[in-house]
Structures are given as structure tokens and as C-alpha cells.
């Protein structure tokens, strides 16, 4: 039986409520109760030391781009939205290594657009987190041949199937050992340059689980491949044949 002493209330195991909510997969339910919990004192990870980014003046971007081109990895995060079919993109941040470089889209000129443009559709290893948003905003921007060959929050399902989240600053948190520090915001693109260098610094890490998992196949032969074509299926859309939903409207009233 249980007395009153039993009915008070207690701060609960996180650890055990976040196991269970993982075997049951609430992975929205999961996320509420942690709201409603807080975070708690002890379980925030220091925030990781980030670079400072190189604000790329307009003139040196074809440049920049040059130089990058001979880069193994290159991580890309973008400050694009994305919705109803219509995206924007302001700016672009691009890591190789420890270094960060931003570049303001609204600044540049038609060449050094068409240079970014060449770079994006034509770089062997380009690397993003949640590409397929990212993606579909920067074809509708006019970078129509934007591709990723690799995405960490794909790599993060892929070692943890069963994780509520597999956010960058989850995953930065987890395998990095350090939180993305909070952007300020009057300083456009320091949000992504935190999440571009966070990118390039896990995807090794992430590379290695996978392989020592056996499920690098799987992420370069299936999930990166049907990343671009789903992204492509939901930019296209689908045909629909108004005149018989209109019917099945009327029908169902």
C-alpha cells in the first residue's frame, strides 16, 4: 500500500524516464516532460570553445571558394527557412578544419553568386546537418544544383535508432563533450558558423560509430541518396485532380 509520504513529490531519475521514453519511442512526449522538468543544474555540458568566423568580405569569396575546393569535408549550415513551397537563405556559413567563414548572400555579386553556385553543385563532400529543409531552401534562392554528401542528424539516427533527438546540439553535447554556445542576436550568421564548425568536427566522429557499427553502407548508399530525392519530391509536389477532391468533398459532407 502506499502512504503519504509515497505521494510526495520527488525529482524524478532523468536518466530511467529517458530510457523508457526511448524503448516506447515518445519522442514528443519525451521532449515535453523535459520541458516541463527543466534541465536541471547538473546536466548542462559546458558550452564547446568555437572559432571565431571570418565575416567573408563579398570581393574575397571566389577566393575563399578557391581555396576550399581541395578540402576533404566541408561542412555547410545555412540560416534558411523553409515552408509552403517557398524558401529564403541570407547567409552561409562553410567550415573546413577549425576555421569558420560566413558569407552574407545579399552582399555579393552576380560572380561571386555564380562562384558559391559552381561550389555548392560541384564540391565531392559537402557535409550538413538536416540537409533536406536547408536544401530545398537554397534551390528556390537559385543555387539549383546544392547537394549534401552526408548529414550528421542522419548519421545520429543511424548509430542511435532508438534516441528521442538527434539534434546538433544533442549530438555536439554527446560526442564532442561540450553544448553550442547561445548566438547573440545581433550578429547575423553567428548561429550557424557555431553549427558549421560542430558539423565538420563530429562527422569523423560519427564516420568511425558508423563504420565500427556496420551501417556506413546504409547511410552512403540508401538514406543520403533518398535524402536528395525526397527533397526534390517535395519541392516538385504532386499532381491533383481538383475537379474529382472537390467531388469527394461534396461526397463526404
Known sequence: PLGIADAVRREPDREALGTLFDQLE??????????????GEDTAA?????????????????????????????ALATDSTYGLGQGTVDHVALSVGGS?????????????TDALSTFLAEHPR????????????????????????????????????????????????????????????????????????????LRPVLAEQLEANGVS???????VPVLDILARMETRGIAVDRARLDALGDEFR
Open 46 to 74: 559546458p558550452a564547446a570553445e568555437v572559432p571565431e568566423p571570418v565575416r567573408v568580405d563579398a570581393a574575397a569569396v571566389p577566393g575563399l571558394l578557391g581555396d576550399f575546393r581541395a578540402a576533404d569535408w566541408v
Open 126 to 201: 559537402l557535409v550538413a546537418h538536416d540537409a533536406k529543409p536547408q536544401l530545398k531552401a537554397l534551390w528556390d534562392a537559385g543555387f539549383t544544383g546544392a547537394h549534401v554528401d552526408w548529414d550528421t542528424q542522419l548519421a545520429g539516427y543511424l548509430i542511435e535508432p532508438d534516441k528521442r533527438s538527434h539534434d546538433l546540439g544533442d549530438l555536439a553535447s554527446t560526442h564532442l563533450g561540450g553544448a553550442l554556445p547561445a548566438a547573440p542576436d545581433d550578429e547575423p550568421g553567428a548561429d550557424i558558423s557555431a553549427r558549421a564548425w560542430a558539423i565538420t568536427q
Open 26 to 39: 515518445f519522442a514528443v512526449l519525451g521532449r515535453r516532460v523535459e520541458a516541463l522538468l527543466g534541465s
Open 100 to 112: 569558420v567563414s560566413v558569407i552574407d548572400l545579399s552582399a555579393l555579386a552576380p560572380s561571386a
Open 217 to 223: 553502407a546504409i547511410m552512403e548508399e540508401i538514406e
